[in-house]
């Protein structure tokens, strides 16, 4: 990494700074001068910054915070784990080091699961590996009367959830349990639907994502197997027993993972066949059972 000279105190003005800034991330595979914009655009949003023109000269405290922002992502840290906060489907979620960075193509999901059940909402929803709990609580956000169970293995993962149940009013709605992707096993409760975003990505391809994914995103939401498939292995045949007759299960996959669902003889264990649904990069990115 070239670290470029940065402006003095007396020319550090907003515009000197969004410059180097620019300059700094220029290198990065992705749009990094935006990105250099748009830290600099969080910075004075925050409320104990006064509102900046570009021709003021920044504060040392706010010069060294756009700085370390702006060398934290030259490093590769992704924009939204620097910033602590991302949007998914028009609202904000708080995130830290132990959850997966929430992708737009999740909210794939939402939507499909909003389109089938948007009529008869479900009164209950389990979350399998909830991550920063942006499904569940999207989903009790848009269902107002539903109650839902979000399960996690990491501390850090319900500790988020815990914080974005609050910040959206939901903390009354939810209980969150600690526990493996078999804890389901114990639970005694049944489900109008089961949502989860397991780790989906086969265990050899992991070194070669993109550096943002690989050295940020926790081993444990990545990690899908030798083929990626594992969990859904583990999962696919106790799922029915946990659903009301008439239930769903929507689960998101690997864009090159819908040819396994397809071949899926999923009558046997109590389910309509899998509808598959892609993102809007035309990727397979979620399967919808319903339990018959
Ligand atoms: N969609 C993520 C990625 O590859 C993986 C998340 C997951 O395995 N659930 O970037």
Redesign the pocket.
Known sequence: MIVLREPSPEEGTVEAWIAWGEETLSRLPEDGRREARSLMTVLKKDPLVPWLRKTDLLKGDEASRYKEWVLRRAKREPFHRITGVVPFWGRDFYIGPGV?VP?P??ETLVEAVLERMSVCPPRTVLDLGTGSGILILTLLAEFPEAKGVAVDILPEALYWTTVNARSLGCEGRISLVRGDWMSMIAMAGRFDLIVL?????PTETIPA?EEE?CSF?PWE??D?GPDGLSIYRRLIDILPAHLHPGGWVAL?I?GDQGSFFRGYDASAIGFSNPQIVRDVGGLDRVVLFRKD
């Open positions: 997966l992708r193509e999740t975003n397991p780790p989906y990505v994502l994914v995103d939401a990545l899908g998101e690997g």
